[in-house]
T-cell receptor
Framework: AQKVTQAQTEISVVEKEDVTLDCVYE???????LFWYKQPPSGELVFLIR??????QNEISGRYSWNFQKSTSSFNFTITASQVVDSAVYFC??????????????FGTGTQLKVEL | DAGITQSPRHKVTETGTPVTLRCHQT?????MYWYRQDPGHGLRLIHY???????DKGEVSDGYSVSRSKTEDFLLTLESATSSQTSVYFC?????????????FGQGTRLTVV
């Protein structure tokens, strides 16, 4: 069975602080993909990153960075120098293949990030 | 936005009535999905489609049916709406890109069953 756990329900930080959002996953698949999505107050889901199970290199994109550690089944997301615009719900997701070649995303329950002035 | 439009964006309906939500895409993608989002559950897959008239169930398919008679439209029907189906519904498409595929989501439909 696949499972994604985001233990942090809500995090509040002051602007310019660094913040890390945790994601722990479970899967029996040897090949899998992990994702992060952002859901701002407007409600849409914005794709942030995809990482496959063979690539444990950390990735940095501007103020965002991701730490993938297969040994601990974690795919954590760090925002450096947070800004008010980062306030959103962040979802971690795990993808598996489905019958017919499609994919299914198993989502965590999300972490609400509030960045205050 | 990957060319996905969901309609309606908001709907209030009464228990026991049928409801159909529409997902329309403009880019001819093969795979389409319906998810529902509920507090404490994240998003969960209801049904998906891997081509015209090819659909299958996801993890929370009870009480829902889907149809895909043409590539661009994927319809989700609640045959007899119940209060437990009050949720935000997202349609998604699978987009093939450089380095792999991603799921892109529509804007969501907020459905309230009273």
């Amino acid at each position: 069975a696949q499972k994604v756990t985001q233990a942090q329900t809500e995090i509040s930080v002051v602007e310019k602080e660094d913040v890390t959002l945790d994601c722990v996953y479970e899967t029996r698949d040897t090949t899998y993909y992990l994702f992060w999505y952002k859901q701002p107050p407007s409600g849409e889901l914005v794709f942030l990153i995809r990482r496959n199970s063979f690539d444990e290199q950390n990735e940095i994109s501007g103020r965002y960075s991701w730490n993938f550690q297969k040994s601990t089944s974690s795919f954590n997301f760090t925002i450096t120098a947070s800004q008010v615009v980062d306030s959103a719900v962040y979802f971690c997701a795990l993808r598996r293949e489905l019958t017919g070649g499609g994919n299914k995303l198993t989502f965590g329950t999300g972490t609400q990030l509030k960045v205050e002035l | 936005d990957a060319g996905i439009t969901q309609s309606p964006r908001h709907k209030v309906t009464e228990t026991g009535t049928p409801v159909t939500l529409r997902c329309h895409q403009t880019e001819n993608h093969r795979y389409m999905y319906w998810y529902r989002q509920d507090p404490g559950h994240g998003l969960r897959l209801i049904h998906y489609s891997y081509g015209v008239k090819d659909t299958d169930k996801g993890e929370v398919s009870d009480g829902y049916s889907v149809s895909r008679s043409k590539t661009e439209d994927f319809l989700l029907t609640l045959e007899s709406a119940t209060s437990s189906q009050t949720s935000v519904y997202f349609c998604a498409i699978r987009v093939e890109g450089m380095g792999g595929t991603e799921a892109f989501f529509g804007q969501g439909t907020r459905l309230t069953v009273v």
